[in-house]
């Protein structure tokens, strides 16, 4: 069955770690999103692209990195720039921007 | 600025009653609304998509409305089950066209 696949879904990190979440899909997407959302609120876009080797920032890139080698891979590394990085991830895909988005089941992830 | 509001509160409504979801959107000129459906733990799914050209559409018990001059998106869901019980999501895409923003999400109880 074609979607999208998280790993791992809950992750820990210590303080000063970098910790690289991945994102593969067999859905043959060109574009790919990493969101971030904090309990009871909505999605924010960290990342996205439309195409292999290239990417944009979204709305809350800083202390955040990604890099799109593959069109099936989009991994995304949190920084120990990033202050405040307890949140639940979503990665997504769909064939073109603006185009309905097929989701992850997530990445939990908490400071140690 | 650009914003886009649902109703934070839940909405909590009878089985077999219709239940009625708003967007509400400023400062977008969105080519697209989107509405996610979202179970807690899990990434969102996609459910329906209009165009700005569409006053409506419908699928199975599901009907969206898109009214440009109101900024207004309305998400019905005719002769609710509990198993209808979970958040929902409006997206449209940005002014730029290049990424969709999501809204924070209302929360749908059905009560047997």
């Known amino acids: 069955d074609g979607g999208i696949t998280q790993s791992p879904k809950y992750l820990f990190r210590k303080e000063g770690q970098n910790v690289t979440l991945s994102c593969e899909q067999n859905?043959?997407?060109?574009?790919m999103y990493w969101y971030r959302q904090d309990p009871g609120q909505g999605l924010r876009l960290i990342y996205y692209s439309q195409i292999v080797n290239d990417f944009q920032k979204g709305d809350i890139a800083e202390g955040y990195s990604v890099s799109r080698e593959k069109k099936e891979s989009f991994p995304l590394t949190v920084t120990s720039a990033q202050k405040n990085p307890t949140a639940f991830y979503l990665c997504?895909?769909?064939?073109?921007?603006?185009?309905?988005?097929?989701f992850g089941d997530g990445t939990r992830l908490s400071i140690l | 600025s650009q914003k886009i509001e649902q109703n934070s509160e839940a909405l909590n409504i009878q089985e077999g009653k219709t239940a009625t979801l708003t967007c509400n959107y400023t400062n977008y000129s969105p080519a697209y609304l989107q509405w996610y459906r979202q179970d807690p733990g899990r990434g969102p799914v996609f459910l329906l998509l209009?165009?700005?050209?569409?006053k409506e559409k419908r699928k199975e018990r599901l009907k969206v409305t898109f009214d440009t001059t109101l900024k207004q998106s309305l998400f019905h869901i005719t002769a609710s089950q509990p198993a209808d019980s979970a958040t929902y999501l409006c997206a449209l895409d940005n002014n730029a066209g290049n990424m969709l923003t999501f809204g924070g999400g209302t929360r749908l109880m059905v009560k047997p």
């Open positions: 859905l043959n997407h060109d574009a």
């Open positions: 209009i165009r700005e050209n569409e």
């Open positions: 997504a895909s769909s064939y073109r921007v603006r185009e309905p988005q097929h």
